[in-house]
């Protein structure tokens, strides 16, 4: 997608490629791609174990919000390797 476009634009656009059939978590996979850099896009699919342990980290976040790093910060831990 171009970096021009909004978010909308984006958004639309990836709506229009894709079947009028097409199941809401082939929407989110896709709109996540869009943040992924070309280079790990070809990664294999997760498998049922990583889904589940995704699934289970992303409800330990609902039950403990308090405990979430903003992004920014945790990409700085890592890019300071630690």
Do not use: Y
Not at 49 to 68: G, W
């Amino acid at each position: 997608m171009e970096t021009t476009m909004g978010a909308k634009d984006t958004v639309r656009a990836l709506l229009d490629r894709l079947p009028d059939d097409c199941r809401l978590e082939e929407v989110i996979d896709e709109l996540i791609r869009l943040e992924v850099p070309a280079d790990e896009q070809d990664l294999p699919p997760l498998t049922q174990a990583q889904r589940d342990a995704l699934d289970e980290s992303l409800a330990h976040h609902e039950r403990h919000p308090e405990r979430a790093v903003p992004w920014s910060e945790f990409r700085r831990k890592l890019e300071r390797g630690g």
